[in-house]
């Protein structure tokens, strides 16, 4: 490598938050016979949603008419069941059943011109499952040394693997090109529609061509899985992942040549589902060259491969195999007669999308066997509905409107009475209104159309109603959506600061008071990005090993169209909202207690101080409103909440010194306090607050055993749940001890001591999930996963001053001594696994910082792709024993840990990771987000350490990652809830759960207790992920933006339409104008 070569610097790219644009959206039964699931096209992902009704309602209700009800828990209501990546832009979706199946499959192209049809498959779901469970039960015993493994099995799954089976793929651009010479791409898009009876697929590639692919309706889907033969009845050995089949979907792909050029939109007409005998009849909404639009239909000859024009008579030939059967026999395919093929001339212009109608019903409530429905022309000025075969034409004149989506509302059964028939679809257009549209039927004809607007929501690329009155709204160029179609109508106002929603006045018509409309829930897509701008935040921190300044930055960029025109801020972290904060100074530590064990919330806050202990208790505001003055700190929210923070007393623990450490105990059944100060054990009753039982390092300990002698001061301490407490003493000793409760009478007993070479800098005594020496005695509070563990641990992790190393050191009482299971180098350049010479090789290696803090703790990894939401019944989340080491230079270290399956066999670390989190000492403080097990590295740049990846079935190993967190502060001046965000340095840190102190609507959301060297700060972090987005509305497109850090504005140039222009002055334009924001608060300074 060359001298200049030595400066140059590999980046590292990848996808840090996936696409959130939606392309479309179809409602099938994807996963199940009997599930109504919301499949979601995203770019290069597919998503598998699945709407579940509120409990007190059977979910049989798909009228629009319903009962307004509560938004809370609506992400819970929608959840994402599955994410399929795929290898292209997806430019249509569509669900094809076919007749030996229960389920539907999905048909998708992409834009260069590929295809696949998949299905999900149940039993590659199970073995997936299996083989998490067996690695879970079977870690393995060789280990990498770069990534974490916790599955090692002859039996697994290798490669990346998705609960899906692909049936048929390929690629039409290359067989496109061969047959059709200079061919020129479709002016409208690849365009794409399946035959409502599942006899074939068109695609519009090509101007002049229409692309179609038979279906062969007698598939099997669940024909068994092979590894001999092709998928595709070539002699190729199938992909991994495709099933080898005796038959297959597609017969081969033919081209059809038609005369109309600029093909606006196309689909099916739809006929007697069981008894027709036409051939599929494609209409096509196209324009002609002087710009008048039609709309046309033709019929696909599936047997000749050919497409019959629009008046043509001829009959198509018998396919068995294509036909549809009646009574179990093939009936014959013909064109229907002239004077019902479907034809329309100098329809509106504007018009740009077809929608097909069903027949009509009969006077008797049936279905004539070859009746054809007519279509539905959308266009700009009016609705057209026309039907040849009915000699029906219907206009319906609306106001100036580009409508770019529809879907069907899907109506009770036996709604209609009589020969009435009444077909309702939901249309939305470019400013992002939904509007319904009835369509009334009485005869066999259609009698009316009518139209009305029900609100305004993000501008719609895709609508599924979902039942209940739930619509979902897919977007393009806002933020996806989860609405609510309400009984009455209510002000915008009121819809807009209930759904929490940031709305500017630039977003909002005047002319729309009310709506039938109410966001529950949103779905952020930071698309269509035009414009970004990377604006500092914080103060610059010297990061001394890498020789560098550190700020971090956040990510500002131009998205949106139109009214749903915002800026966002993506930051890179984790965010924490702040609840309270007071000035307080010279913490040291900090504990958080509960005054029962299996409680779920925290009462006391235990900080420890120089030579002195003080503790906040939890209290309801009715305790303190009495009390006119309160030296503790009341939450911003505390009318609501109903709680405050109050200084109080625990009669038990000592105040006068400083706490070394305290928590909950739970032995025998009595529910107890720990605390350890420089002097003594002190046990406390969490019922009555007083001590009931305490040992001293300075005399014999309750055992009455002769043979103690006083000791030194303790210096360190750590305990957990089971009783179990380890101190360490001046001189380098180190105590075991084990709280016992004997006959309903506490006590504290002394099992084991050992001296070591140095004075001892930490220790950790926390159990490991899958290491206890007891039974699983855990138990779930609250369904969030909060574990309340009384498992005894296996060993204590020590660390020593002035010693680059760690050690376990077993706590099996066997043995009269406290052996040593494992010492452990910290040096990159050495084995983890230390040999005696040790202390040499770190020295050599450069490495003289000693562990300030140890963390022992199961992590559990979770994926985006796991389909634990799918098949709840099995947990697809993998756990890893690991090891943190805190360093006093703000390095991080990280070990896996594999704990021995027999005696023969030795404690083993792995996967060492060194990650540098600042300049300062690092204190790990761990806690659980949700259910995820989750380690908070404290110091100039506080990080949240989780897990993620490792799904089951994959040969991918879980990934720690390191989300640095920024303080949000919400701005009290703004009713719009702006809010800015700033780094914060923590010296100490604990977990503290209270529902009087905060908002408990995610029981997903975690609340810690953070401390500087002035200020003490309650607050709750938000969602664990890589990135946060915020958003403001500009109601108005943006195109460019700058930000000027002197004066902190961002300048924001912006595109308006007329209605802007009109309301600036008396000079003509569209709107553009130039806008400033203060960075922080980002209120509208000039414009």
């Not at 199940?32 to 949603?49: L, Y």
């Not at 929608?78 to 399929?84: A, N, Q």
């Not at 002087?290 to 396919?319: E, P, W």
Request: proline letters at 4%; hydrophobic letters at 35%.
């Amino acid at each position: 490598m060359s001298g200049n070569d030595k400066s140059e610097i590999g980046h590292y790219v990848v996808t840090a938050h996936p696409s959130g644009s939606v392309l479309s959206a179809v409602q099938c039964s994807f996963l199940s016979a009997n599930s109504r699931d919301v499949v979601i096209a995203k770019s290069t992902r597919i998503e598998i949603r699945q709407y579940q009704p509120p409990s007190d309602n059977d979910g049989t209700n798909d009228t629009i008419d319903n009962n307004n009800s509560s938004n809370n828990n609506a992400e819970d209501r929608f959840p994402l069941l599955l994410t399929l990546p795929i290898n292209g832009r997806i430019s249509s979706l569509s669900p094809i059943r076919f007749t030996n199946s229960s389920k539907d499959c999905l048909f998708f192209t992409t834009e260069r011109g590929g295809y696949a049809l998949i299905s999900y498959d149940e039993q590659l779901a199970t073995i997936q499952q299996s083989s998490a469970a067996l690695s879970h039960s079977s870690p393995s015993k060789k280990k990498s040394d770069d990534n974490v493994d916790t599955t090692s099995s002859s039996d697994l799954i290798i490669g990346e693997h998705y609960p899906v089976r692909t049936h048929s793929s390929g690629s039409l651009s290359n067989y496109s090109t061969s047959v059709i010479a200079g061919g020129r791409r479709a002016e409208c898009g690849p365009l794409a529609a399946v035959d409502p009876l599942h006899r074939c697929i068109a695609l519009h590639l090509y101007d002049g061509f229409v692309t179609v692919i038979p279906i062969h309706r007698g598939y099997d889907i669940n024909t068994p899985r092979t590894s001999s033969s092709s998928a595709d009845g070539g002699g190729k050995q199938a992909p991994r992942g495709m099933a080898s089949l005796t038959t297959k979907p597609f017969g081969d792909a033919f081209h059809t040549r038609i005369e109309q050029r600029t093909v606006l939109s196309m689909t099916f007409l739809k006929t007697h589902p069981t008894r027709s005998t036409y051939i599929p009849q494609l209409a096509l909404l196209y324009q002609d060259a002087r710009g008048f639009q039609h709309v046309i239909s033709h019929g696909i000859d599936l047997s000749k491969k050919c497409m019959v024009l629009y008046g043509s008579t001829a009959a198509a030939n018998n396919n068995a195999q294509d036909a549809i059967e009646i009574d179990g026999k093939p009936a014959a395919s013909i064109m229907p007669p002239p004077g019902e093929q479907l034809k329309k001339s100098r329809i509106e212009g504007g018009s740009a999308m077809l929608v097909s109608v069903p027949p009509a019903k009969t006077a008797g409530g049936g279905t004539k066997a070859n009746a054809l429905g007519g279509v539905l022309i959308l266009g700009q000025r009016q609705i057209t509905y026309h039907s040849t075969a009915e000699g029906a034409t219907k206009v319906l004149p609306i106001g100036q409107s580009l409508l770019l989506s529809c879907c069907p509302v899907v109506e009770k059964e036996g709604s209609a009475s009589g020969d009435e028939d009444m077909l309702r679809y939901l249309l939305g257009d470019e400013t992002g209104r939904i509007h319904l549209l009835v369509v009334g039927r009485k005869g066999g004809l259609v009698t009316n159309l009518h139209f009305e607007t029900l609100g305004t929501a993000s501008v719609s690329s895709a609508l599924v109603y979902l039942g209940n009155g739930m619509v979902f709204v897919g977007s393009q160029f806002a933020n996806s959506q989860l609405v609510q179609i309400l009984d009455n109508p209510v002000p915008v106002s009121a819809v807009n600061s209930s759904s929490g929603g940031e709305e500017s006045e630039d977003g909002i018509n005047p002319l729309e008071e009310t709506t039938y409309l109410q966001t529950l829930e949103e779905y952020t897509n930071l698309g269509p990005i035009v414009d970004f701008d990377l604006r500092p935040t914080g103060d610059e921190s010297k990061d001394d090993s890498a020789g560098t300044n550190y700020r971090q930055s956040v990510v500002v960029t131009c998205s949106g169209v139109a009214k749903d025109g915002t800026v966002r801020l993506v930051r890179n972290g984790v965010g924490m909202k702040e609840q309270a904060e007071v000035e307080m100074e010279g913490i040291k530590g900090m504990w958080s207690l509960r005054r029962g064990f299996d409680e779920q919330d925290d009462t006391f806050l235990v900080q420890s101080f120089v030579r002195e202990t003080r503790i906040l208790g939890v209290q309801s505001s009715k305790d303190l409103e009495m009390d006119g003055s309160q030296d503790g700190m009341d939450d911003d929210d505390e009318e609501e909440e109903g709680g405050a923070l109050a200084e109080v007393t625990i009669g038990g623990f000592n105040s006068s010194k400083s706490t070394l450490f305290a928590g909950n105990v739970s032995v025998g059944g009595a529910d107890l306090l720990v605390q350890v100060v420089d002097d003594s054990v002190r046990v406390v009753d969490s019922a009555t607050l007083d001590m009931v039982t305490d040992w001293s390092p300075f005399r014999g300990g309750d055992d009455e055993s002769d043979e103690d002698e006083p000791m030194g001061f303790i210096t360190v301490a750590s305990s957990n749940q089971s009783g179990q407490v380890v101190v360490a003493l001046r001189g380098g000793t180190l105590v075991y001890l084990v709280v016992e409760n004997k006959n309903s009478k506490p006590t504290i007993r002394k099992v084991k001591s050992i001296t070591l070479e140095r004075e001892i800098s930490c220790i950790d005594l926390r159990p490991f999930e899958s290491t206890s020496l007891s039974g699983n005695d855990s138990m779930e509070v609250d369904g969030g996963g909060v574990s309340r563990s009384t498992e005894m641990s296996h060993l204590v992790a020590v660390g020593l001053w002035d010693d680059f190393s760690v050690r376990f050191l077993d706590l099996k009482e066997s043995s009269n001594t406290l052996d040593q299971l494992l010492h452990i180098n910290l040096g990159r350049s050495v084995d983890a696994n230390m040999g005696n010479d040790a202390e040499e090789q770190a020295a050599d290696s450069g490495q003289h910082m000693m562990a300030r803090s140890l963390c022992l703790v199961t992590m559990e990894s979770q994926s985006s792709n796991s389909t634990s939401a799918v098949n709840n019944s099995t947990s697809s989340s993998n756990k890893v024993d690991m090891l943190f080491v805190g360093l006093g230079d703000g390095k991080c270290i990280s070990f896996g840990v594999t704990r021995p399956e027999s005696s023969s066999e030795e404690w083993l670390v792995h996967s060492r990771k060194e990650v540098s989190l600042g300049t300062q000492g690092i204190h790990l403080v761990p806690f659980h987000h949700g259910a995820r097990a989750c380690v908070l590295a404290t110091g100039d740049r506080p990080t949240v350490v989780y897990l993620t990846g490792g799904n089951s079935g994959s040969n991918s190993n879980p990934k720690l990652c390191y989300s640095t967190i920024s303080l949000t502060v919400e701005d009290d001046d703004e009713d719009e809830g702006h809010a800015s965000h700033r780094n914060i340095s923590v010296n100490v840190a604990t977990p503290f759960r209270s529902s009087l102190l905060f908002s408990s609507t995610n029981k997903n959301n975690s609340s810690l207790c953070v401390a500087d060297e002035n200020t003490l700060r309650l607050g709750m972090i938000d969602d664990i992920q890589k990135l946060h987005v915020t958003s403001y509305k500009l109601g108005m497109t943006p195109r460019r933006i700058a930000h000027h850090e002197a004066g902190r504005v961002y300048c924001v140039g912006c595109i308006g339409g007329a209605c802007e222009g009109a309301q600036i002055g008396g000079e003509a334009n569209m709107g553009n104008c130039v806008r400033f924001f203060d960075d922080s608060t980002f209120e509208e300074v000039n414009r």
